[in-house]
């Protein structure tokens, strides 16, 4: 199969697995921690990356290898790999190329996790973080950059803010500066937005949103797009461009070319953290990402229809919706992200903090739960849950306020949901 030839929804169902003559339609699981080789020469081979293959599952599986090939496939880059969580895969993308005496930037209207990941959990390994309003002008942006900044981080469409990136604007800063920058594309997902195609060098997911659709299983990813040019900026990134003496003395950039990163990440990192997803859940994501070019569209539908409701009600102070024609990103989202944005919105209820948090104690068919974007509907309040070790001030910074209810709109029928809302409202 050339996947050049078919379109994304084709991808979502075919790409990855392609079995051969009389194999299984359906992606196997490989369930097994070793694989056997007949000679330890060949075994040997693999532990010096002279040959491709498997030999423990810590590093690499093949069920893993396939489905992280299908969403390699569908954001249109060269190389990925699957992780165990949306947070290892974010670890994995930075501490692949910055280490003890290196510097980040990261936009500031990101998930609490990764706040508090590369702030506070990276700080204590030696890894400093300049934090930036999404919004900043470049001149803002640019003032950050230090001799030692490695890359640059954001999202696509933060979580819970809904604010969506200008994704030109923060390619142009790193470019500059020769970082590549890292876009976290859980929300849109690559049906809705493709940020290879707008500038972005690493695109990160937390599969266990959108991709799986089901909250059946955690997991993440991390793709590269073999766009940036480490060679270029040799002296900034020695990780990839000069020899491993943990592999023999291999330089990952001369060896594996524009799959350097991955190869890097999948034989260093996961060899020595071991943040491996399970095979089992790698095939269930699977299931999840065949009918992802489906339920997207679904979810986008729907967020709108509630978008509007909600905005309508005199009862709720406000809603942030990029679909909505006068929120402050529709334009943003028209130029990235035509076809919708995704199922998340905001909004917050008259009376602040408490009346948000008494009308969702009244809902019925929407839950509350610590998760976001599958098939159901559920709400949060961030303020006392994902991002309640953040001060008042830190929760601002990340655009979070005290009323705001994060909604994630499933795919049930829209007047149902709005049923819900209605009797809770009132």
């Not at 050339?2 to 490989?30: F, H, M, S």
């Not at 408490?354 to 509907?377: E, N, P």
Request: aromatic share 10%; hydrophobic share 40%.
């Amino acid at each position: 199969m050339n996947e050049r030839d078919y379109n994304i929804e084709t991808l979502c169902v075919q790409a990855g697995w392609t079995p051969k003559t009389g194999e299984p339609r359906v992606l196997p699981i490989y369930q097994s921690t070793t694989f056997k080789y007949d000679t330890s020469d060949a075994m040997g081979r693999l532990f010096d990356l002279e040959d491709s293959g498997y030999f423990y599952t810590r590093l690499q599986n093949p069920t893993n290898d396939y489905v992280a090939d299908k969403i390699r496939a569908l954001e249109g880059g060269v190389a990925a790999m699957l992780t165990s969580s949306g947070q290892a895969a974010n670890y994995y993308a930075v501490f692949n190329i910055a280490e003890a005496g290196d510097h980040v930037i990261m936009s500031s209207k990101v998930y609490g996790g990764t706040f508090n990941l590369l702030t506070a959990t990276m700080k204590k390994m030696g890894v400093e973080c300049s934090v930036v309003d999404p919004d900043a002008p470049i001149e803002e942006i640019n003032a950050l950059f230090k001799p030692n900044t490695k890359c640059v981080l954001a999202e696509s469409i933060a979580n819970p803010a809904v604010v969506v990136l200008d994704f030109e604007k923060f390619a142009n800063a790193a470019h500059s500066h020769g970082v590549p920058l890292i876009v976290d594309n859980t929300f849109p997902t690559p049906i809705n937005c493709r940020p290879f195609e707008w500038g972005a060098d690493i695109v990160t997911h937390s599969t266990t949103k959108y991709m799986d659709g089901h909250a059946m299983c955690v997991g993440g990813a991390i793709v590269d797009s073999g766009n940036f040019d480490w060679e270029k900026y040799a002296d900034k990134y020695p990780g990839l461009t000069t020899p491993d003496e943990s592999y023999h003395g291999i330089v990952y950039t001369q060896k594996f070319g524009k799959a350097a990163y991955i190869t890097k990440a999948t034989s260093q990192l996961m060899r020595d953290l071991g943040s491996i997803q399970a095979p089992q859940n790698a095939f269930l994501l699977n299931v999840g990402l065949e009918t992802l070019h489906l339920r997207v569209p679904r979810h986008c539908e729907n967020a709108l229809a509630v978008a509007k409701y909600l905005k309508s009600h005199e009862k709720v102070a406000w809603v942030t919706y990029p679909g909505l024609p006068d929120d402050k990103y529709h334009a943003l989202a028209q130029k990235y992200m035509p076809n919708g944005t995704c199922g998340v919105l905001c909004f917050g209820i008259k009376g602040g903090r408490q009346a948000s948090i008494d009308f969702m104690d009244k809902l019925k068919l929407i839950c509350i739960v610590t998760h976001v974007a599958d098939a159901r509907s559920c709400v949060l309040h961030p303020a006392s849950h994902t991002h309640r070790q953040m001060t008042d001030e830190q929760l601002l910074e990340a655009g979070v306020q005290p009323d705001l209810i994060r909604f994630s709109v499933g795919i049930e029928n829209a007047d149902d949901i709005i049923a819900d809302l209605e009797q809770a409202l009132a």
